[in-house]
């Protein structure tokens, strides 16, 4: 995949999977070049970027499934 290129990864819509709502998520991936910096907006307070093999064993709601989608090889 060519840097900057959006390839989408799926939709995630499923009744009750954030305890705050209803949400429809559109997740898709991105080749970012290496030295991208990661900022936060106004709904984060920070914002970094994680290797796989290095992330936080609890993840919010189902983005776990959300990545392993991304990740996954497809056939």
Same mark, same amino acid.
């Given at each position: 995949?060519?840097?900057? =290129?959006?390839?989408?990864? #799926?939709?995630?819509?499923?009744? !009750?999977? +954030?305890? %705050?709502?209803?949400?429809?998520?559109?997740?898709?991936? =991105?080749?970012?070049?290496? #030295?991208?910096?990661?900022?936060? !907006?106004? +709904?984060? %307070?920070?914002?970094?970027?994680?290797?796989?093999?290095?992330?936080?064993?609890?993840?919010?709601?189902?983005?776990?499934?959300?990545?392993?989608?991304?990740?996954?090889?497809?056939?």
């Amino acid at each position: 995949m060519p840097v900057g =290129a959006l390839h989408q990864i #799926g939709i995630w819509d499923q009744v !009750g999977r +954030d305890p %705050r709502g209803h949400y429809v998520t559109f997740a898709y991936m =991105a080749v970012v070049p290496d #030295g991208t910096t990661a900022t936060a !907006g106004d +709904d984060a %307070r920070t914002a970094r970027w994680w290797p796989l093999s290095d992330l936080p064993e609890q993840l919010a709601f189902d983005h776990a499934d959300i990545i392993r989608a991304a990740t996954t090889p497809k056939p």
